[in-house]
C-alpha cells in the first residue's frame, strides 16, 4: 500500500508525511511498557487518511508554510514537524499538545512528544523517533543479532541504548504524580512510534537473524566500505547521489524538471567515490534508476563508509 501511494505522490515533504504514517515501525511491541503507537483504529480513519494525503499532494502549501516557518536541521524536529503537523490538521486522533517538558523544582526532567486523543476517546502519548542504525555486528546464518549490534553512523548511538531510554524513561513521564502539575491530569497510555532504516554490510555472507525486538518489515538498505565501494556500485546503479540528512525518510523521487535543482547532483559512481574519500563519517548515498517519463526514482540506499569504520563499529557495539 505504502508503494502505490509513495508512487502516486510527487510533493517531497508530503511523501516524507506518507512514509512516516505507513512505513513499517522498526520494534514489534515490547510490552508491558512498551506499546506501539496505532495510527488507525478504523479502515475509515485510514482510508481517509489516503485521500487527505492525496489532496495535500495537489496542493502542499499550508504544510510547506509550517515547515518553513523554523530553519529544521534534525531529522528528528523534521519527523516532529510532519507528525504534530498531520495531527493537526488530518482526519484521524487529535493533537492535545506538543512537546510538553516535565520540570521539578526547576529541573526539566524530560519532556513527551506528543498528547493526543483518539476519535474513539482513548488519551495517548506518544514517543516519537526516526532511527538509522548500521548493522555492526557479526555476519552469518549460526549468529543471532542483538539489538546493541545495530549502532548509529557516527558511533554516538546504539539501538539497545535508545530502547532502554524509551522503556525506562521517556515512556514513563506521563504517569508520574508530577506531571498532572504540567497541565494534563488524567492518565495517559504511552506508545512508541518508531520508523527508520537499518543497514547491512553487503557482500560478507548472510544477513544475520534479526533480534527479537526488531519488526521484520524494517526498511533495509546496506552498506560498503569506501574500498569496496565501486565493485559493489557497478552492479548497483548508474545514477548515484548523497542524500542530505532531511532527506533521510521517503524514498526520493525527482521528476525532470527538479533533478538540476536537487541539493546535491546526480553523479557517476567514480565521481561520488571522489566525493566521499576525505570522509570521516559513512555517508548516506542512493542509487536511482530512470522511468518511462525520465523521472529519477530510488531504487536503493546505504551507507559508503570509511575502512577503519567496521573496526570502530564492532567495538562500541561491544562497549558495555
Not at 554516538?156 to 531510554?165: S, T, V
Amino acid at each position: 500500500m505504502l508503494r502505490a501511494l509513495l508512487d502516486a505522490l510527487h510533493d517531497p515533504a508530503v511523501r516524507d508525511l506518507a512514509w512516516l504514517l505507513l512505513s513499517a515501525d522498526l520494534l514489534r511491541p515490547q510490552p508491558p511498557a512498551g506499546e506501539l503507537a496505532t495510527l488507525f483504529h478504523t479502515p475509515q480513519e485510514l482510508a481517509e487518511t489516503l485521500d487527505f494525503l492525496r489532496s495535500l499532494d495537489a496542493a502542499p502549501e499550508p504544510l510547506h508554510r509550517d515547515l518553513a516557518a523554523t530553519r529544521i536541521t534534525r531529522l528528528g524536529r523534521y519527523a516532529e514537524r510532519l507528525l504534530g503537523w498531520f495531527l493537526q490538521h488530518g482526519p484521524a486522533a487529535r493533537l492535545v499538545a506538543a512537546g510538553v517538558p516535565l520540570r521539578r523544582a526547576g529541573v526539566t526532567l524530560g519532556e513527551c512528544d506528543f498528547l493526543l486523543e483518539t476519535q474513539e476517546g482513548a488519551r495517548l502519548h506518544w514517543e516519537l523517533a526516526v532511527k538509522c542504525y548500521l548493522h555492526a555486528g557479526h555476519s552469518g546464518t549460526h549468529h543471532a543479532s542483538e539489538l546493541s549490534d545495530y549502532v548509529g553512523p557516527n558511533l554516538k548511538d546504539r539501538f539497545d541504548l535508545k530502547l532502554a531510554h524509551l522503556l525506562g524513561h521517556q515512556l514513563l513521564l506521563s504517569a508520574r504524580e508530577d506531571f498532572a502539575s504540567a497541565g494534563y491530569p488524567g492518565l495517559w497510555t504511552p506508545q512508541m512510534f518508531i520508523k527508520g532504516w537499518l543497514f547491512y554490510r553487503h557482500g560478507h555472507g548472510e544477513t544475520p537473524a534479526d533480534p527479537v525486538e526488531l519488526d521484520p518489515a524494517h526498511g533495509r538498505g546496506w552498506w560498503v566500505t569506501h574500498g569496496e565501494w565501486l565493485r559493489f556500485a557497478s552492479a548497483h546503479g548508474r545514477h548515484w547521489r548523497t542524500l542530505p540528512r532531511l532527506e533521510w525518510l521517503a524514498p526520493r523521487r525527482y521528476r525532470v524538471d527538479e533533478q538540476h535543482a536537487a541539493s546535491t547532483p546526480f553523479v557517476d559512481a567514480q565521481t561520488l567515490a571522489a566525493q566521499t574519500s576525505q570522509q570521516h563519517v559513512p555517508t548516506m548515498v542512493a542509487a536511482f534508476d530512470e522511468d518511462a517519463t525520465g523521472d529519477l526514482l530510488e531504487r536503493s540506499r546505504g551507507f559508503i563508509v570509511p575502512d577503519d569504520w567496521p573496526q570502530r563499529a564492532r567495538d562500541y557495539a561491544r562497549q558495555q
